[in-house]
């Protein structure tokens, strides 16, 4: 079975950074593209950023997030990253990983498999 862990989630302040992780079973990352989002309470679920073998990260961020989120793989681990860096308040969220066919599936109901989510907050 596909499945999808999440981890890494925290408290950093304003300014710091964190990586989280998407650690994958029952798949390789050769075979399914990853996607990160998040979704902060109230909010509707936004895409932050899609990686796969054939597309390589492709970046989805709106202007306040594109910069200071990075994909990146370890396929030897086969796991996924999510770099933030120069966090800010509006960042803290619930941070999912998800798998799919490819990067181009742009609407987050439409991915099929989904971790857990990890929190992330950003507070001094």
């Known amino acids: 079975q596909v499945q999808l862990v999440e981890s890494g989630g925290g408290v950093v302040h304003p300014g710091g950074s964190l990586r989280l992780s998407c650690a994958a079973s029952?798949?390789?990352?050769?075979?399914?593209?990853i996607a990160w989002f998040r979704q902060a309470p109230g909010k509707e679920r936004e895409g932050i950023s899609c990686?796969?073998?054939?597309?390589?990260?492709?970046?989805w961020a709106e202007e306040s997030m594109k910069g200071r989120f990075t994909i990146s793989t370890d396929n030897a681990k086969n796991t996924v990253y999510l770099q933030i860096t120069s966090a800010k308040p509006e960042d803290t969220a619930a941070y999912y990983c998800?798998?799919?066919?490819?990067?181009?599936?742009?609407?987050?109901?439409?991915?099929?498999?989904w971790g857990q989510g990890t929190q992330v907050t950003v507070s001094s």
């Open positions: 029952g798949f390789t990352l050769d075979d399914y593209a």
């Open positions: 990686i796969s073998s054939s597309d390589g990260p492709v970046p």
């Open positions: 998800a798998a799919d066919v490819g990067c181009h599936i742009l609407v987050a109901a439409a991915w099929e498999h």
